[in-house]
């Protein structure tokens, strides 16, 4: 007998590589190129480093008010994390204990299963069809809970709202999470939906769309109700998951909503003019509403392509998978980074070409 015997043994969630070298351009985990908003800088310079003497706010009530008012719900409607994937483990603790199996796309965000097997949750994927799309049809099976991102990751795909709301109706029995990472950049978020069925749970996250992945601020928006039995859990994990920094940070984020208007619409730009130049290329991808292109070329294997923009030290997604294995996950950056990943590609695919 060895106390091996005894571990929980599970096979982690692979982030993608943070590589931090001078020069790189980091496109591989659709992080945000540009700062967050400029009153965040401020209040980090100002911040009185005595109150990290004391424990944080455990009900993060700054932060929580601040999107309660943002998002037009009451502080009672929202739950903040330790990024969007505390937030959605954490639902995933509380609200998927039934003994039928959840449900998720085959190609989707990849830590879903890991959470699934991390808490013993049973699950099935449904897949995506042809072009990439959900089939709500394969929601109407008998099911323990419901978990799909709009847009979809990684194909940027987005859903309509018709759709969810097919899918919520369709399952008033379980608790149908809706992972809205990427909504900001020219999807329709199911916020509204939130009033009239008390068993959607919206989860967003400032890792991206607000610029704040270090910050690790994620949230969900829901019925009072599930947000009270989500607490309930919260604070017997752990009273103090997010920091005093965070609290007061993101919130001051979610006060200046012109900056955020203003990076999304960048992003968004500078997205459809990458998608234009990718096409003369020679690649093709899903009409991506997220802030990164899930790109394959006609001719040259996604892994090369992946290999030599490494060697040229730009970083982008690859993943070795049933599916998804001829396309590359490119995250918008800034015009410049992305003028220079253009070039890049235009000089190789044209030596590839001949
Ligand atoms: N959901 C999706 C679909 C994602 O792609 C990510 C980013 N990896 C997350 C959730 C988690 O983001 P975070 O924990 O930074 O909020």
């Not at 590589?19 to 945000?32: A, D, R, S, Y």
């Not at 008033?172 to 939906?193: H, K, T």
Request: aromatic residues 12%; charged residues 25%.
């Amino acid at each position: 007998m060895s106390w091996e015997q005894n571990v929980r043994r599970v096979v982690p969630y692979v982030a993608g590589e943070q590589p931090n070298k001078p020069g790189m351009i980091k496109l591989n985990t659709n992080e945000c190129p540009y700062p967050p908003a400029p009153g965040v800088e401020r209040l980090l310079k100002r911040m009185d480093y005595g109150a990290l003497r004391l424990y944080p706010d455990p009900d993060t009530g700054v932060l929580v008010d601040a999107l309660a008012e943002y998002y037009h719900v009451s502080s009672g409607q929202v739950f903040v994390g330790v990024g969007s994937d505390d937030v959605i483990s954490m639902a995933f603790m509380t609200f998927f204990n039934g003994r039928r199996p959840i449900l998720f796309p085959d190609v989707t965000y990849s830590f879903y299963d890991v959470w699934a097997k991390l808490h013993g949750i049973p699950y099935r994927t449904c897949p995506l069809d042809e072009d990439w799309h959900i089939c709500p049809e394969d929601y109407r099976q008998p099911n323990g809970g419901i978990i799909f991102p709009n847009p979809n990751a990684p194909t940027g795909l987005f859903e309509s709202l018709e759709t969810v709301e097919r899918i919520v109706r369709a399952n008033r029995d379980v608790v149908v999470m809706v992972d809205e990472a990427y909504v900001d950049f020219g999807g329709r978020s199911a916020l509204p939906l939130v009033e009239k069925y008390d068993n959607l749970l919206v989860v967003q996250t400032f890792s991206k769309s607000r610029s704040m992945a270090g910050l690790r601020i994620g949230f969900c928006i829901g019925s009072e109700k599930l947000i009270g039995y989500l607490n309930d859990v919260k604070f017997s994990f752990n009273s103090y998951t997010m920091n005093l920094p965070s609290q007061l940070l993101g919130a001051e984020a979610v006060r200046d909503d012109v900056y955020f208007k203003a990076i999304t619409a960048r992003i968004v730009a500078t997205r459809e003019r990458v998608k234009r130049e990718l096409r003369t290329l020679g690649f093709t991808f899903p009409d991506s509403k997220a802030n990164f292109i899930f790109a394959s070329h006609e001719t040259i294997p996604a892994q090369q392509i992946f290999q030599a923009l490494r060697e040229a030290d730009i970083y982008v997604r690859y993943w070795n998978k049933p599916r998804i294995s001829d396309s590359l996950r490119i995250t918008i950056g800034t015009e410049e980074e992305m003028d220079t990943l253009l070039a890049f590609l235009k000089d190789y695919v044209s030596k590839r070409r001949f």
